[in-house]
């Protein structure tokens, strides 16, 4: 089996001045984490299927993660004894498990509580415990909430809890919408019936750049989406693909207000805009770097799409991209080292990636169909995108390495996904 | 008494004016094969029904209306590409020319792509055709307040295949009719 060392991950966790390596053998990852099957106390057939759901959703988090690698049922099997109070860990540790999830859902009348216990199996040591306590509708989110501590228990980015904004047809005309990592949940947010495109997640989860063409002209707002408001940014001319700073101070975005495309930077609080960019071409999807010091976009100012890195002052352009004659759509992965982008190869659309340390570009993406707008997860192990590969439209997500593609939505046209980002930093 | 007999009169009244309208309708088309039997006379070719054209205008008819009569054709473009082709500027002269005669009309001209490119560049191209086409009509002889642009990019697809027929209809220029 070969052997394949990922360091991409090691400048995001510098700052916490932890380094952590995750080996990876022939893709399989290091954490193997057996989760027998949840103890449920529940009597009501809705409570008992809710908590079935919980198992359900908490499984199929770890089973995505790439940090964990869960065991199989036919190991878990293996395990005779199951005293939720006291596990046999030497058994758990004999069937290959690292770590044990014991998992407890009680129903309390309209509400349920999520009990989670985990387990060194080597150092046989109890090492975390979390609890939630929500309403049976929240069931879902209260899996995701206990993923997400397991994660952070690991020194990694919780993703579970984190959602997809997506631009869908599905009720006539593209609509702004948002929807689960996981596909679940998929919520209409916008009613104008003007056409929406290109959404940008804020880091704190509350708000959303998107262009409207709600007034006819492409506007560029910001749906304070807890509070149902939207904010007028810029108008006049064509204004679009937005892209908030690590801290959300700031939105840098794309105008052809001076006769072609310029990014601009626009300070949420004082309501002031400023020009970054001064070139014949059209520079479009500008994208802060995770330390917030460079700013990646594209532009046809040689005369076809191409990427450019620049000081987050619109100093120093210098290019990135020498392959293709149309690279554009880029993405910056967290570690600051990947860049994701759609280049068109003899007629077709594939998504690449590109390491800037050493210049390696790898396809991730092969055939016929268009794939388009991808965008990472806030840990940098997924990639969402959309693709017509299907005939319509729709959003998949795939692994880092172009593996475990899933599609997340079926009905009408869904495009233009944005990935929920998180500041770690903060 | 009074007032049935008043109330009668004026039904008779009203009775009456239905009567001489329906008289009316049946005068507007006479028959040509009763006529000619009416009069006796002989009648050897048959009438050709005369031709009749009524004058448009306008002023008459919603934006809407105006719109699906295609007054303004649209006009398409070569792939990545935004500037006019010679085969399409008779087009453009056509318009320019209704244009001219009817001067109070202000338009809007949405730039539309082929599906073969990224969202945000077939913005920037579709405004770029829009602006080509605005500048055309320009040095035609249009005011420039008169036209509005705007790109939908490759979002509006005439044709929504994958193939080089479809393209071809879906890299173009509309017109649209935004003021009479």
């Known amino acids: ?426 | 008494m009074k007032k049935i007999t008043v109330g009668f009169l004026a039904l008779l009244f009203l009775m009456t004016l239905g009567g001489c309208k329906k008289k009316e309708k049946v005068k507007v088309i006479p028959p040509a094969e009763k006529q000619v039997a009416k009069t006796g006379e002989e009648v050897k070719e048959k009438p050709i029904p005369k031709p009749v054209v009524q004058e448009e205008s306008i002023e008459d008819m919603s934006l809407e209306e105006i719109n699906k009569k295609g007054y303004l054709q649209r006009i398409h473009f070569d792939f990545d590409k935004y500037n006019i082709r010679e085969d399409q500027k008779p087009i453009l002269i056509k318009n320019a020319e209704w244009l001219k005669a009817h001067p109070t009309v202000k338009i809007l001209i949405e730039g539309h792509c082929d599906e073969r490119g990224t969202e945000e560049y077939n913005l920037a191209l579709g405004e770029k055709r829009a602006k080509a086409v605005r500048d055309f009509l320009i040095s035609l002889g249009i005011s420039p307040d008169r036209i509005k642009i705007v790109s939908y990019g490759k979002s509006r697809p005439l044709d929504p295949r994958h193939n080089e027929e479809a393209w071809a209809k879906n890299r173009r220029a509309e017109f649209v009719i935004i003021a009479k």
């Open chain 1, 1 to 426: 089996m070969r052997k394949i060392l990922i360091f991409m991950f090691l400048s995001l966790f510098s700052f916490s001045q932890q380094e952590i390596t995750i080996r990876i053998k022939g893709g399989i990852p290091a954490i193997r984490i057996a989760v027998p099957p949840f103890i449920v106390r529940a009597t009501t057939q809705q409570a008992i299927s809710a908590a079935k759901e919980i198992e359900e959703a908490f499984r199929a988090d770890l089973a995505f993660s790439r940090v964990f690698d869960p065991l199989s049922r036919d190991l878990i099997a293996l395990v005779k004894d199951r005293n939720p109070e006291k596990p046999d860990l030497k058994a758990w540790e004999s069937v290959g498990a690292s770590v044990v999830f014991i998992g407890k859902v009680e129903e309390k009348g309209e509400y349920l509580r999520f009990v989670g216990k985990l387990y060194d199996a080597r150092s046989k040591n109890f090492i975390l415990g979390k609890s939630f306590y929500g309403k049976i509708k929240y069931r879902r989110l209260m899996a995701h909430r206990m993923g997400d501590e397991l994660l952070k228990y690991f020194g990694q980015v919780p993703i579970f809890t984190t959602k997809i904004a997506f631009i869908s047809d599905r009720d006539g005309n593209r609509e702004l919408y948002i929807m689960d990592y996981d596909g679940m949940n998929q919520m209409r947010l916008t009613y104008t019936k003007g056409m929406e495109m290109l959404p940008a997640w804020s880091h704190n989860g509350e708000m959303i750049a998107y262009t409207s063409f709600r007034k006819g002209n492409p506007d560029l707002y910001i749906r304070h989406i807890y509070q149902g408001r939207d904010e007028l940014v810029a108008r006049g001319g064509s204004n679009i693909t937005p892209d908030f700073s690590p801290d959300d101070k700031f939105l840098l975005y794309s105008s052809s207000l001076p006769g072609n495309y310029e990014i601009y930077i626009y300070n949420l609080r004082t309501k002031q805009r400023r020009r970054l960019t001064f070139s014949y071409g059209s520079d479009l999807t500008p994208k802060w770097s995770p330390d917030e010091e460079k700013i990646l976009f594209s532009s046809d100012r040689s005369g076809s799409p191409q990427l450019y890195i620049m000081d987050s002052d619109g100093k120093n352009p210098r290019r990135i991209t020498f392959q293709g004659s149309y690279n554009a759509s880029p993405d910056w992965a967290p570690d600051g080292d990947r860049i994701i982008y759609v280049s068109r190869v003899l007629g077709r659309f594939n998504l690449y990636m590109l390491f800037l340390s050493t210049s390696q570009v790898i396809k991730l993406t092969s055939g016929m169909a268009m794939n388009e707008n991808p965008c990472f997860s806030p840990d940098g192990r997924h990639i969402v995108f959309s693709s017509n590969r299907s005939g319509k439209y729709q959003i998949y997500i795939m692994d880092y390495d172009g593996k475990n593609l899933r599609q997340l939505t079926s009905k009408g046209n869904n495009l233009m996904p944005s990935w929920q980002k998180i500041n770690y930093r903060r």
